[in-house]
């Protein structure tokens, strides 16, 4: 792994709580991700970031907000957590904009009952 | 080959077999091409690349091969061994469909190597 770690592991949450996942990266990349991974369907950009505090949307991003207030961290939040965001939550890190490989970190199993 | 359906196609293939696995990308606007592997219960891990100006980059028992013509990718695995056991997907670098900017993955092909 490229030096990316993602805190908690594995989380379960009732509906309606606010959820926090954390992204660290010790890379120094300039851009960082969120995305969700789901049975039948490809990794799904969540939001990304290519600077701190400079985010955006990505292709699911309804639900979710997110934060970089230092190169080495993204926070991706769900204000009120809801079943059909129960997934697999990865983070990814790279030098350059669309003409370089992302590197993942472990993931997070969220599980919203 | 992509999925469609909640299940990934697999390809089984006896250990020191050579494996071929495809994918067909969406966009013809698409330069930058990726794949990975991704181990039960981890993060996708980078395979190899190969820019659009190539058609055909080698790395360590991998080989990677582009054909834009009809906009296909293929991964050859040489000699495959338990440990590449794994579901592989590609990237591509240009939007697919109504997708975000950044790369787009495809939904992967689970490789089953069979003793």
């Known amino acids: 792994d490229a030096g990316i770690t993602q805190s908690p592991r594995h989380k379960v949450t009732e509906t309606g709580t606010p959820v926090t996942l954390r992204c660290h990266q010790t890379?120094?990349?300039?851009?960082m991700y969120w995305y969700r991974q789901d049975p039948g369907h490809g990794l799904r950009l969540i939001h990304y970031s290519y600077g701190v505090k400079d985010t955006d949307k990505g292709e699911v991003s309804d639900g979710y907000s997110v934060s970089r207030s230092k190169t080495e961290d993204f926070l991706l939040t769900l204000e009120s957590a809801t079943s059909s965001q129960t997934s697999v939550y990865f983070c990814a890190i790279s030098e350059k904009w669309r003409e370089d490989e992302q590197y993942f970190g472990p993931g997070t199993r969220l599980t919203v009952t | 080959g992509e999925s469609v359906g909640l299940h990934l196609p697999t390809l089984s293939v006896q250990e020191g077999d050579n494996s071929i696995i495809n994918c067909a990308y969406s966009n013809s606007a698409s330069d930058y091409f990726i794949w990975y592997k991704q181990e039960s219960g981890k993060g996708p891990q980078f395979i190899i690349d190969i820019r659009s100006n190539m058609d055909k980059r080698q790395g360590q028992r991998v080989t990677v091969l582009l054909n834009k013509t009809v906009k296909h990718l293929s991964l050859q695995i040489a000699a495959t061994q338990p440990g590449d056991s794994a579901v592989y997907f590609c990237a591509e670098n240009a939007k697919s469909g109504g997708g975000a900017d950044g790369l787009t993955f495809g939904k992967g092909t689970h490789l089953i190597i069979q003793p």
């Open positions: 890379e120094n990349h300039r851009y």
